[in-house]
C-alpha cells in the first residue's frame, strides 16, 4: 500500500516554462488536495476536489490548474512558470474521514 | 472564514522536559481539529484529531491535546520532550465534513541535550 505518490519529488524549471505534478493515490479515497508550502506560511490551498470529474478552487489558485479523470490521480498544472511559484508542493487525499494524508511533497523551484 | 493561530514559530525546550505548543482557531461551526508534524524533507503525518468526541484527545508518540471551546484552543502538548520530537508541527482545522483544510503557520520544535 504505497498511500500517496508524488512526482518528480525535485524540479528546477525555467521562467515560462510549463509542467505537470503528478499524484496519485491507491486508496480509493474521494477527497484530494494541492497544496503549497512556503517558509514562515504553512500550508496554502491551491485546489481541491471532491470526486472525478469535480474540481474547485482553493485559497490560491492562480497560475495553476488541475483535472480529475479517475479516482486515483490529480495531476496539477502550471502552465507558465513565475519565481512566485517556487516552493513546496503537497499532494494529500481523504477518505471518509476527516483526516487528510499527505505525499512526501514536490520541492519546484522557478528560475 | 476558518482561520488558525500557532504562537510561537520557533520553541526549545530540554529533553525531559514538557513540550506545550499552542493552537487558537476560529471556526463559525464546531470545528474538526488537528496536528501534524513534518520533519525534514518529508510529508506531513497526523499527530492527532479532534472530532467532537472527547475533549482530550490523545495521539501517537506520547503527544495528547485538549480542546477548549471558550478558549477556541487546541494546544499540544508532551510530558517528557525526545530528541527525535525535534520537528515542525501543524496545527490544522475544517469545518465538518472537511473539504477544506485551514493550517497555521507552524511551529518549529527544537531539543536541547
Known amino acids: 500500500n504505497a498511500g500517496v505518490t508524488q512526482t518528480p519529488k525535485f524540479r528546477i524549471l525555467k521562467i515560462g516554462q510549463s509542467m505537470t505534478l503528478q499524484c496519485t493515490q491507491d486508496m480509493n479515497h474521494n477527497y484530494m488536495y494541492w497544496y503549497r508550502q512556503d517558509p514562515g506560511m504553512g500550508l496554502k490551498l491551491i485546489y481541491y476536489?471532491?470526486?472525478?470529474?469535480?474540481?474547485d478552487k482553493g485559497e490560491v489558485p492562480n497560475g495553476y490548474n488541475v483535472s480529475r479523470s479517475t479516482t486515483e490521480d490529480f495531476p496539477l498544472r502550471l502552465e507558465l512558470a513565475a519565481p512566485s511559484q517556487t516552493s513546496v508542493y503537497f499532494c494529500?487525499?481523504?477518505?471518509?474521514?476527516?483526516?487528510?494524508?499527505f505525499g512526501q511533497g514536490t520541492r519546484l523551484t522557478v528560475v | 472564514a476558518q482561520s488558525v493561530t500557532q504562537l510561537g514559530s520557533h520553541v526549545s525546550v530540554s529533553e525531559g522536559a514538557l513540550v506545550l505548543l499552542r493552537c487558537n482557531y476560529s471556526?463559525?461551526?464546531?470545528?474538526?481539529l488537528f496536528w501534524y508534524v513534518q520533519y525534514p524533507n518529508q510529508g506531513l503525518q497526523l499527530l492527532l484529531k479532534?472530532?467532537?468526541?472527547?475533549?482530550l484527545v490523545k495521539g501517537i508518540n506520547g503527544f495528547e491535546a485538549e480542546f477548549k471551546k471558550s478558549e477556541t484552543s487546541f494546544h499540544l502538548t508532551k510530558p517528557s520532550a525526545h530528541m527525535s520530537d525535534a520537528a515542525e508541527y501543524f496545527c490544522a482545522v475544517s469545518d465538518p465534513p472537511g473539504n477544506q483544510f485551514y493550517f497555521g503557520t507552524g511551529t518549529s520544535l527544537t531539543v536541547i541535550p
Open positions: 479532534y472530532t467532537s468526541a472527547a475533549t
Open positions: 476536489s471532491v470526486g472525478a470529474g469535480i474540481t
Open positions: 494529500a487525499s481523504r477518505h471518509t474521514g476527516p483526516e487528510a494524508f
Open positions: 471556526s463559525s461551526v464546531p470545528p474538526y
